[in-house]
């Protein structure tokens, strides 16, 4: 395996490689991404991100695939996800015709009906499947998206599935993959992933970027923003974040997600820099909660001015 | 897992350094060793923030080790330089500031001196304590509450599906069946929502106040973990918020104890009730562990902080949870007003308000556990 990944990617030889590659993608990656990135690419690991929501693992992934110029394969998790709807599911309503056109036709041979019944044709292949099947030539990304909303026995499934990438289907016979897709984990922490899944994965944390990446990146999705606006904007989210800040105890802190829609949503009213009127216009953007958008906007001049002090 | 592309003494050196992580409490085991290892392979180790990543992502697995990692590190290769000749000046690299809910009490100086100087009793008794002993007739009563515990709960639907009379049509199942007859579909199968026993979330004050009771609360504790132990979650709260699940799910309740004992930091310490429940509301409650969940607290409402705080904070538990239960062994007292400011605060956004004083009191929390509101009327409902 790894002597296919090597050939495949003998253009990526360091971390900085592939974060050049990330960065034109228009992710911008720090050290700590670079390298777990490249470890996943080189080792032919999965990868566990855990970090505030809005923190950029779903992009991280998409960024990923692009970078490799691979296919992007998402697998949503949610309570009660199955085999049937990871794997491959049979298509019945096909199946039932395929059975009547056999029963006009006056086929009586029931081993023949059934291998009939479990063809190719009829399988419907879901994002595990797809995933093993994409990876031709270029390296795919398979994002097993918020694992941690999937029941614990779908853990136990998953696990299989990240050793060896086959899946076996007792009509077919076993489906291996020729080159194995990257893939990338997340998690919420909503309940502790079990062990024995983690033991499999690279774990990176992903934290909130410091103040010149942030910049950078609203930059990079919103060119059209003046760099004032970029600034000002910036150094009120990171203030929001700072765990030191005792007046910025919010529910939920903003991600890169929410500066971005902020800025969004200034110059979408014509702003070039922001003042405390067009802030609580579009604070909506900002804060998602009722609790969070009084205590913000209640020291909303605070948060400006002192930005003003620093500067 | 030694590597063949490593000078030997790099090898050492590395293998030291999984050891120091080991000794500080890092479940790095020889597989994850062998990870980082085969990460060095492809990286330059003479390059200090290369080795300070690869050791990140491959030797821990979660976001509690990242403390103890940076802190080893530093500490190690301070004492085991690099030896590239490039860059002998001390390593540093810029580290992210991690778990910013957890870190935001212990970080802020001038929060912990405000909360100092509101509450003097504040102070953190960092110490252990043996709870390993057992009477016979206690373990007698553990069993008989397990007994109640481990087959009731209340069930929620779930999205999952399973085989039953009525519901959505099972194809797959239609379909197997009618391979006996020839193809012929003779009875259509079903499948339906199958239910799921809640979760169940216990936060046990263990302040000074409370240590009567929280050797019981905690015995409770084990009788529900082990009862259903995919979907209970036990907290202690004092001083600091402890996650004790893992150590609950210990099959001895005698083991479990004293897992538990050694786990918690701030046995008999203060309260800062508030404190706590927004550190859990905002790292597991709200992402999803309080949803929809029975939420236990047992505490007798001593709160020395600010009572606002709990007070949101509790109506933001109620807003989450399915049912909130309030434990107070003190309510057993004949003439018991709630007084505490903290309790006074709370009780709006109480479903159920129980005794919990003696091991009847708490066998009678199981049936408000398991069974809903049965004793809801002999309690007295604090919300109508």
């Known amino acids: 395996m790894s002597t296919t990944t090597r050939a495949a990617h003998a253009d990526i030889t360091t971390p900085e490689d592939l974060a050049a590659l990330l960065d034109q993608r228009d992710y911008l990656a720090d050290d700590g991404v670079a390298t777990a990135c490249f470890l996943a690419l080189r080792m032919g690991r999965p990868l566990f991100l855990e970090g505030d929501a809005g923190v950029g693992k779903t992009e991280l992934a998409k960024a990923l695939a692009g970078a490799l110029g691979g296919p992007f394969i998402r697998l949503q998790c949610y309570e009660g996800i199955d085999a049937a709807q990871a794997l491959y599911d049979w298509d019945y309503p096909r199946q039932l015709l395929h059975l009547r056109a056999a029963q006009v036709a006056g086929a009586a041979d029931t081993a023949q009906l059934e291998s009939g019944l479990y063809d190719r044709r009829f399988l419907l292949a879901r994002p595990l499947l797809r995933a093993l099947e994409a990876g031709d030539g270029a390296r795919g990304v398979l994002l097993i998206d918020e694992i941690d909303r999937a029941d614990d026995e779908f853990e136990a499934f998953l696990l299989e599935f990240l050793s060896d ?147 | 897992m030694a590597s063949t592309l490593q000078p030997r003494e790099v090898t050492e050196t590395m293998l030291g350094f999984v050891r120091t992580l080991r000794a500080a409490g890092v479940a790095a085991d020889t597989g994850r060793a062998q990870a980082f290892f085969a990460a060095l392979d492809t990286l330059d180790v003479t390059d200090p923030a290369r080795v300070y990543w690869a050791g990140r992502v491959t030797l821990c697995s979660a976001a509690a080790d990242l403390e103890h990692y940076d802190a080893c590190f530093a500490h190690y290769f301070s004492a085991h330089p690099f030896r590239s000749g490039r860059s002998p000046a001390p390593f540093a690299v810029s580290r992210p500031a991690v778990w910013p809910a957890a870190g935001r009490r212990d970080s802020g100086g001038d929060v912990a001196a405000e909360e100092h100087a509101a509450a003097a009793s504040d102070v953190e008794v960092l110490r252990s304590r043996d709870i390993a002993t057992l009477t016979v007739e206690e373990r007698a009563e553990v069993a008989r509450l397990l007994a109640a515990l481990a087959t009731h709960r209340p069930r929620r639907r779930t999205r999952r599906t399973a085989p039953a009379r009525h519901g959505r049509l099972d194809r797959a199942r239609t379909i197997r069946a009618s391979l006996a007859h020839g193809g012929e579909p003779l009875r259509l199968l079903r499948r339906d929502r199958a239910t799921r026993p809640r979760r169940v979330v216990l936060l046990v004050d263990i302040s000074g106040s409370m240590s009567p009771y929280a050797d019981a609360l905690l015995r409770l504790a084990h009788a529900l973990a082990r009862g259903h132990p995919g979907s209970t979650e036990v907290f202690s709260v004092g001083t600091r918020l402890t996650r004790l699940s893992r150590e609950m799910r210990l099959r001895d309740p005698d083991a479990a104890l004293r897992a538990a004992g050694s786990a918690i930091p701030d046995w008999s310490g203060g309260t800062r009730l508030g404190t706590e429940l927004k550190e859990f509301l905002d790292s597991h409650g709200q992402r999803g562990m309080a949803r929809g969940a029975l939420v236990l607290i047992a505490s007798d409402g001593w ?15 109620g807003r989450l949870a399915y049912r909130v239960v309030w434990v107070n062994p003190h309510k057993a007292q004949p ?50």
């Open chain 1, 165 to 311: 990438f086959t899946i076996s289907i007792p009509e077919l016979g076993t489906v291996r993959a020729t080159t194995p897709p990257v893939v990338v984990l997340t998690s919420n922490r909503t309940r502790e992933v079990h062990d024995a899944l983690k033991r499999r994965c690279l774990y990176h944390w992903m934290a909130h970027p410091e103040f010149d990446r942030e910049a950078a990146i609203i930059r990079r999705r919103l060119p059209e923003a003046t760099s004032r606006l970029v600034e000002e904007v910036t150094a009120a989210v990171q203030q929001l974040r700072d765990p030191v800040d005792p007046g910025a105890d919010l529910l939920k802190p903003p991600g890169i997600a929410e500066s971005i829609d902020w800025t969004a949503a200034l110059m979408a009213l014509g702003a070039r820099e922001l003042s405390p009127e067009n802030a609580a216009r579009t604070l909506g953007a900002l804060v998602k909660h009722r609790e969070d958008h009084e205590s913000v906007s209640r020291r909303l001049s605070a948060l400006l001015n002192g930005h003003e002090a620093t500067r």
């Open chain 2, 335 to 384: 003439g018991y007003q709630p007084l505490a400011a903290g309790m006074r605060a709370a009780l709006p956004h109480i479903d159920d308000f129980v005794s919990g004083h003696s091991l009847d009191a708490l066998e009678r929390l199981a049936t408000v556990v398991t069974g809903g509101r049965a004793d809801r009327a002999r309690e007295g409902a604090p919300r109508a």
């Open chain 2, 303 to 317: 709160e020395r902080g600010d009572v606002s705080l709990l007070g949101a904070q509790m109506a933001r538990l």
